[in-house]
């Protein structure tokens, strides 16, 4: 009697598929789900692709800007997005000292990339940020309101003079409170008076309206 190998199945064993057995019906729906569902990821990889390309486009722009000297400032990728920072440089002032109003060269700045912004779908969030001198006048209490209202003026700006979307747009200020350099030498605090556009992340719903608009 030949040996049999331990829980090897016998060829004859109705539960071996013979060649040519044809496959259960439930087996052909199964695959046609699957070959849908690697459509759809196809798809979706695709439109994230050319999503992507717009927010690359957008920081090569600035990294460009930034290696001339027509831009102080830096470029990263974070979790929730893109980060363009702004940073003042030498005598050119984003806004006057207490303001918020937008001084022409900070205007100017904005205008250089602010064509690439405007081809995205994603929302951007602008941020203002002060230096720590204390500030107190009749208009602003504190450098939370002042670059609250910093944040806010570019915002403004951005819907009226380049017909951004409102609804893409939204406005905060840190004041002091997020420094990236020491406020004690003036370069430093030239550094901390800066106006950060964050071009968040699409979510996965964002994505797929966008799909169903491409279609």
């Known amino acids: 009697m030949p040996i049999k190998s331990r829980d090897v199945i016998d060829a004859d064993d109705p539960r071996v598929a013979k060649i040519g057995h044809p496959a259960p019906p439930w ?7 699957m070959t849908e ?33 027509e831009i102080s400032g830096e470029v990263k990728y974070t979790s929730e997005g893109l980060q363009v920072t702004l940073s003042e440089k030498g005598e050119f002032a984003f806004f006057e000292s207490g303001k918020a109003d937008l001084t022409p060269k900070v205007k100017e700045l904005i205008d250089k990339f602010a064509p ?17 001198v204390p ?3 009749p208009q602003f209490s504190s450098n939370w309101e002042l670059s609250t209202a910093r944040a806010t003026n570019v915002v403004k700006y951005l819907i ?9 747009l939204s406005a ?18 030239a550094k901390n008076r800066r106006v950060v556009f ?16 491409v279609k």
């Open 27 to 33: 087996l052909i729906n199964y695959a046609d789900l």
């Open 37 to 69: 569902l690697v459509c759809f990821f196809v798809i979706m990889y695709s439109l994230n692709a050319v999503l992507d390309k717009g927010v690359t486009d957008v920081a090569k722009k600035v990294e460009e800007q930034i290696k001339k000297g």
């Open 116 to 132: 690439e912004l405007l081809k995205l779908p994603n929302e951007i969030v602008v941020e203002g940020h002060t230096d720590n």
């Open 135 to 137: 500030i107190k006048t």
């Open 160 to 168: 009226y003079e380049k017909n951004f979307p409102p609804e893409r």
């Open 172 to 189: 905060v200020g840190y004041g002091e409170h997020k420094p990236i350099a020491p406020n004690d030498t003036p370069e430093g605090r």
């Open 198 to 213: 964050l071009i968040k992340n699409l979510s996965q719903e964002e994505v797929w309206k966008r799909n169903e608009k």
